[in-house]
C-alpha cells in the first residue's frame, strides 16, 4: 500500500462497551442517513470511528435480521430454487388435461378477449376456445364440447384462479367424477408445458394479425393445425401422430401429392384396425420413453444450481410477491408462519392480513425470516455530545482494556502507534455521549 493511503487508514477509534453496541448498529444502518447498506459499507461505516470485539459478526446479524431489508430483497439475495421433480407421465392420453386461460386480449369482431387453453399431458395436443369472457359456467360449457370429442379425464389440472376455484366449477368436476388438482400459488412452472405453448400460440396469432390484417381469433385454427402437425422435441412424435396414428394431411403433403402419381391401396378393415392399435400403443410407450428421457435431462441441467431446503411448522416466513405494482414496492410480504407442510416443495402459511387465512405456497416462493432480538431498537437514535458539568450521570462510554484483551479490541486496521491512544481513551473524553 502507498505512503499516502497509510495516512488515510490511520483512525481514532473509540472501543465500545455492551450497552451502547445495539445504538450504534442502529444508527449505521437503519438511520435515514444510512440507507439501509449491507455488511461491508456497513462495517466500514462503524470503525471508522468505533470498535469492540466481534464487530464484524454482530454488523452481519444485524443487517440480516433488519425487517426492511428482509422485506425489501436485495438485488444480490435471490432464493435458489427447490430440486425439480418432474411431474409422472399417465399412461393413456387424455387421462391427465391442463387447464388455463389468456387474456384479455385485444377485443375482436366477435366480441372475444380471453382464450382457453386445453392440453393432454402425455401427447402435448393443444386445444384453444376464444371466449368473450371466461367464467365458471362458460368455461365449463366449454369443457364439455372438449370432452364430448376426447372423452372424460381423470385429472384436471388448473392454477389457482377464481373461476377454476368456485364453487360451481368443482361441483361440475365432482359430478362428472374428475379429480381436480390446483397448482400452487404463483408458480406457473407446474404448468410448464402449457405455459410454454402460450408463448407459441402468442407469437403466431401477432404474425397472423400483421401478415392478414384480420382478428386474432380467426388465427387460432391454424395455429392450432400448425402446433399439432409438427413433432415434440420432448416426445419424438407430433401430437396428431399419437391422437389420430397418422400424419395429418397438410399443405406439404398436398404438395408431395402432386408430384407424384397416385395408387390406390385397398386395406383390409379388420387389418387395418389392428395395425392402427399397434402403431398408437408402440408410439405412446415410445413418448413416454422419450419424455421421461428429456425430463430427467432438464432435471440434471436444473438440479446444478437448486439447493434443498424445509422448514417446520411455527417457522417464520416472508412469502415472495411476483406481479409488482410498482418498481418501488417490497419484493416480500409477512412476516408469516408456516402452519403445515404439505410435501417437499408445498407448504400452507398463516396470511392473517389478507382474504385468504391460509395460502399454499411453493418453496421457490418462501424465505426464511430472521426476527430481531426484542433488546435491539429499529428506530435509529441520534448521538450528540453533552455537558459532563450538568450531565454527571451520562458520562459517556467509558473504556475498560486489560491487558489480556488488549490484542483482542484493536481492530487490525488501526496502527500499532494508537494502541497507546485507544487505552489512554477515559481519560481523553472528558465529554460523553448522551442518547436522544
Known amino acids: 500500500m502507498a505512503p499516502a493511503q497509510d495516512e488515510w487508514r490511520v483512525l481514532n477509534q473509540i472501543v465500545v462497551p455492551v450497552s451502547y453496541r445495539d445504538r450504534i448498529l442502529s444508527i449505521a444502518h437503519d438511520h435515514h442517513f444510512s440507507g439501509h447498506l449491507g455488511v461491508s459499507k456497513t462495517a466500514d461505516r462503524i470503525t471508522r470511528y468505533f470498535y469492540w470485539p466481534g464487530i464484524n459478526r454482530d454488523v452481519a446479524k444485524f443487517c440480516r435480521t433488519c425487517h426492511l431489508c428482509q422485506i425489501t430483497g436485495k438485488p444480490n ?43 393432454c399431458s402425455l401427447t402435448r395436443f393443444p386445444h384453444a376456445v376464444p371466449l368473450r369472457k371466461i367464467t365458471s359456467p362458460v368455461v ?26 368456485s364453487r360451481v366449477f368443482g361441483q361440475a368436476m365432482q359430478q362428472l367424477a374428475i ?60 401430437p396428431s401422430e399419437l391422437v389420430f396414428g397418422h400424419t395429418v394431411r397438410g399443405p406439404l403433403k398436398l404438395l408431395q401429392e ?107 416462493l418462501l424465505k426464511a425470516y430472521w426476527a430481531r432480538d426484542d433488546r435491539v431498537e429499529r428506530s435509529a437514535h441520534v448521538l450528540k455530545p453533552c455537558n459532563s458539568s450538568t450531565d454527571s450521570d451520562a458520562r459517556g462510554i467509558t473504556v475498560a482494556l486489560s491487558a489480556a484483551c488488549g490484542a483482542e479490541v484493536v481492530s487490525p486496521l488501526v496502527a500499532a502507534a494508537q494502541v497507546e491512544h485507544v487505552s489512554n481513551c477515559s481519560t481523553r473524553c472528558r465529554g460523553g455521549f448522551l442518547v436522544e
Open 77 to 119: 439475495q435471490v432464493i435458489p430454487p427447490a430440486p425439480l421433480q418432474p411431474i409422472p407421465v399417465t399412461s393413456e392420453p387424455f387421462e391427465h388435461v391442463i387447464l388455463d386461460c389468456v387474456g384479455p386480449l385485444p377485443r375482436a369482431k366477435s366480441g372475444n378477449q380471453y382464450l382457453l387453453t386445453i392440453m
Open 179 to 238: 379429480k381436480h388438482v390446483k397448482s400452487s400459488s404463483y408458480h406457473p412452472q407446474t404448468q410448464g408445458a402449457l405455459e410454454r405453448f402460450h408463448q407459441t400460440l402468442k407469437s403466431m396469432l401477432k404474425s397472423f394479425c400483421l401478415e392478414f390484417e384480420r382478428d386474432w381469433d380467426e388465427g387460432v385454427p391454424l395455429a392450432l393445425f400448425a402446433v399439432r402437425e409438427v413433432v415434440q422435441e420432448s416426445l419424438g412424435f407430433s
Open 140 to 165: 365449463i360449457k366449454a369443457l364439455l364440447n372438449f370432452f364430448s370429442l376426447f372423452g372424460l379425464p381423470k385429472t384436471v389440472q388448473t392454477d389457482r384462479g377464481t373461476n377454476f376455484t
Open 258 to 364: 402432386s408430384f407424384l402419381t397416385e395408387t390406390k391401396e385397398h386395406r383390409d378393415l379388420s387389418d387395418y384396425v389392428s395395425k392402427m392399435r399397434y402403431r398408437l400403443g408402440r408410439a405412446c410407450q415410445l413418448a413416454k420413453e422419450n419424455l421421461g428421457l428429456c425430463q430427467k435431462r432438464m432435471k440434471l441441467r436444473y438440479d446444478r444450481k437448486a439447493v434443498s431446503r424445509q422448514f417446520k411448522p411455527g417457522d417464520l416466513v416472508l412469502v415472495l410477491v411476483p406481479v409488482m405494482g410498482s418498481a418501488l414496492q417490497p419484493r416480500y410480504s409477512g412476516p408469516y408462519r408456516v402452519e403445515r407442510r404439505v410435501n417437499d416443495l408445498n407448504y400452507v402459511v398463516s396470511t392473517p392480513d389478507r382474504r385468504r387465512k391460509e395460502t399454499r405456497c411453493h418453496i421457490n
